[in-house]
């Protein structure tokens, strides 16, 4: 069965302190892995797409990484306007349609 | 350029009644989205339209229906709501590699 697991559920930052979150997967025909953040009482907004293993992509302080069983999103000296949920979804081939499967997300809180 | 908008925002619908749920995109995507989305559960896709004409189910399309009426607009009817509908729906539009989501419709069916 396809899986997508975001870990930590909640993450806690001071306003300037580097952290990351983790996205996992186990899927079979991976096409590619988005990013997106949520701010409470919104729609998912579209932040990175990462198409194959070793591919990075950068915007301003959010760094995504892609392995062959995980990404990253790197968050360097965060801000508190950073604060939201960000989640991440792989794009599959499934029975001959594209299936795009989303994780539950990270709740990230920057403080002051 | 609005982006993709829904309608409504809000809605409280009692046990067996329909709605239906707009939704319209101006960014002339082929493709468009239905996804609700329940805590702890993530984002879970209802139904999409890979262009104009063709729809298909997602991960879960039971008690749901869609229309595709134009390139633009891509309704959700909900013809007799259940309570395991109260959620918060999402469309979106995109080329499949990106998804722009509208606002969303918070729904209680009670």
């Known amino acids: 069965e396809d899986q997508v697991t975001q870990s930590p559920e909640a993450l806690r930052l001071q306003e300037g302190e580097s952290s990351s979150l983790n996205c996992s997967y186990t899927?079979?025909?991976?096409?590619?892995l988005f990013w997106y953040r949520q701010d409470p009482g919104k729609g998912p907004e579209f932040l990175f797409t990462l198409y194959s293993a070793g591919e990075e992509k950068e915007k301003e302080r959010l760094k995504a990484t892609l392995t062959k069983k995980e990404s990253f999103l790197h968050i360097t000296a965060p801000k508190p306007e950073d604060s939201a949920t960000y989640l991440c979804a792989v794009l599959l081939n499934s029975g001959g349609y594209q299936k795009v499967t989303f994780g539950t997300g990270t709740k990230l809180q920057v403080i002051p | 350029n609005a982006g993709v908008t829904q309608t409504p925002k809000f809605q409280v619908l009692k046990t067996g009644q329909s709605m239906t749920l707009q939704c319209a995109q101006d960014?002339?995507?082929?493709?468009m989205y239905w996804y609700r989305q329940d805590p702890g559960m993530g984002l879970r896709l209802i139904y999409y339209s890979a262009s104009e004409g063709t729809t298909d189910k997602g991960e879960v399309p039971n008690g749901y229906n869609v229309s595709r009426l134009n390139k633009r607009e891509f309704s959700l009817r909900l013809e007799s709501a259940a309570p395991s509908q109260t959620s918060v729906y999402f469309c979106a539009s995109g080329t499949g590699f990106e998804q722009y989501f509208g606002p969303g419709t918070r729904l209680t069916v009670t």
């Open positions: 899927v079979s025909g991976l096409r590619g």
């Open positions: 960014m002339n995507h082929n493709s």
